[in-house]
T-cell receptor, first 112, second 111 residues
Framework: RKEVEQDPGPFNVPEGATVAFNCTYS??????FFWYRQDCRKEPKLLMS???SGNEDGRFTAQLNRASQYISLLIRDSKLSDSATYLC?????????????FGQGTTLQVKP | EAEVAQSPRYKITEKSQAVAFWCDPI?????LYWYRQILGQGPELLVQ????????DSQLPKDRFSAERLKGVDSTLKIQPAELGDSAMYLC?????????FGPGTRLTVL
């Protein structure tokens, strides 16, 4: 079993739709969680950190479920420009500067 | 906005040749990471530096890969000799705290 798992998709949704991705992790001691956005052939860009209380940034909402060991990303009112691969990442170890363990990414395609 | 710089952006080489990649982290970021991303997968850590010291190189293929960060600022990753399976995106990231920020990467193609 991989340490961090995502459904690779693709998720094909119409503009304006709400879409949600989940990401499961295996290490219950994990402390920090992130969502990155990666456009084709570009570097991952930090989208959101995921806090225990959840967090929201405009149309994007991230949540953490420690009991079930998953994080989620909700995108409301999808835009064509949201089309990308969304990577979840879990920080290994207790150090603030430990490595990130990534899922394989979920591809989102928003269609007009 | 401060960014991580990497060069070259693209590199094509033949197998058995040597290649080197360079990374300049965001100013003041003490922690520097090199990740490798194979198409269709998430990035995987190769090596992590804290200032000039290696913190984690457990996944670095040390028979052919080497990395250094001599003055604790910029860093070089080298592959010698390159193999076909090394074709991937090599990403450098840096951090001051928990959040890591990536450079544009070097896309390596080994023929």
């Amino acid at each position: 079993r991989k340490e961090v798992e995502q459904d690779p998709g693709p998720f094909n949704v119409p503009e304006g739709a709400t879409v949600a991705f989940n990401c499961t992790y295996s290490n219950s001691a994990s402390q920090s969680f992130f969502w990155y956005r990666q456009d084709c052939r570009k570097e991952p860009k930090l989208l959101m950190s995921v806090y225990s209380s959840g967090n929201e940034d405009g149309r994007f909402t991230a949540q953490l479920n420690r009991a079930s060991q998953y994080i989620s990303l909700l995108i409301r009112d999808s835009k064509l420009s949201d089309s990308a691969t969304y990577l979840c990442a879990v920080k290994a170890g207790s150090s603030n500067t430990g490595k990130l363990i990534f899922g394989q990414g979920t591809t989102l395609q928003v269609k007009p | 906005e401060a960014e991580v710089a990497q060069s070259p952006r693209y590199k094509i080489t033949e197998k058995s040749q040597a290649v080197a990649f360079w990374c300049d982290p965001i100013s003041g970021h003490a922690t520097l990471y090199w990740y490798r991303q194979i198409l269709g997968q998430g990035p995987e850590l190769l090596v992590q530096f804290q200032d000039e010291s290696v913190v984690d190189d457990s996944q670095l293929p040390k028979d052919r890969f080497s990395a250094e960060r001599l003055k604790g600022v910029d860093s070089t990753l080298k592959i010698q000799p390159a193999e076909l399976g090394d074709s991937a995106m090599y990403l450098c990231a840096s951090s001051l705290g928990v959040e890591q920020f990536f450079g544009p990467g070097t896309r390596l193609t080994v023929l």
